[in-house]
């Protein structure tokens, strides 16, 4: 089975620009985290969706916002980029039917902001 | 809000020993589930070992097992037999259980990791 995928792998934007990722879960899970991980540090958490409703939230600033369409699948979006956005973005997709909530992590996209 | 420490910044490890990492959390709960994750530099985030907090057997997963004290809040990775793939960043992380508190929703909360190197 695929794991969870993301798409791009890495991305170059300027400062005030803005940016979307694309996360797709594994088969049958319909929940989608996202977490930030800056360089030499460990993941930050920023959004739970789950049946395309946002579940959770974490200390970001409003200009990170996210969906997650009808298939599960779910977008990032970061508006008006900061050079501190630079950053490995995270998605990770769990069932969420017990609870345990086991998540699985895709690759990652790589942000870089000049 | 709970909180994860992982003190070691690097360590290293030859091949074949055994090696420990270290990790302390705080939290006013009693029910929450204990990660470690290992990053190698491809940087797919992959799960080594959980850990239940109501469960007082350490938990063990071929060469890697855990020293868990609950009063003590520790929770430290032994990895015995150390091999060249097992060099990575390792990330000690926590989560309550779905709904636990009214609030949960399952989010991870990593600590800050530790980069461990295995040498041939």
């Known amino acids: 089975d695929a794991g969870v995928t993301q798409s791009p792998t890495h991305l170059i934007k300027t400062r005030g620009q803005q940016v979307t990722l694309r996360c797709s879960p594994i088969?049958?899970?319909?929940?989608v985290s996202w977490y930030q991980q800056v360089l030499g540090q460990g993941p930050q958490f920023i959004f739970q969706y789950y049946e395309k409703e946002e579940r959770g939230r974490g200390n970001f600033p409003d200009r990170f916002s996210a969906r997650q369409f009808p298939n599960y699948s779910s977008e990032l979006n970061v508006n008006a980029l900061l050079l501190g956005d630079s950053a490995l973005y995270l998605c990770?997709?769990?069932?969420?039917?017990?609870?345990?909530?086991?998540?699985?992590f895709g690759p990652g996209t790589r942000l870089t902001v000049l | 809000a709970q909180t994860v420490t992982q003190s070691q910044p690097e360590m290293s490890v030859q091949e074949a020993e055994t090696v420990t990492l270290s990790c302390t959390y705080d939290t006013s709960e009693s029910n929450y589930y204990l990660f470690w994750y290992k990053q190698p530099p491809s940087r797919q985030m992959i799960l080594v070992i959980r850990?239940?907090?109501?469960?007082?057997q350490n938990a063990t997963e071929n060469r890697f097992s855990v020293n868990f004290q609950k009063a003590a809040k520790s929770f430290s990775l032994k990895i015995s037999d150390s091999q060249l793939g097992d060099t990575a960043m390792y990330f000690c992380?926590?989560?309550?259980?779905?709904?636990?508190?009214?609030?949960?929703?399952?989010?991870?909360?990593f600590g800050q990791g530790t980069i461990l190197t295995v040498h041939p």
């Open positions: 850990q239940e907090a109501y469960k007082q």
């Open positions: 088969s049958g899970h319909k929940s």
């Open positions: 990770a997709s769990s069932v969420r039917d017990s609870l345990y909530n086991e998540q699985f």
């Open positions: 992380a926590f989560m309550y259980p779905l709904g636990a508190g009214g609030t949960s929703y399952g989010k991870l909360t």
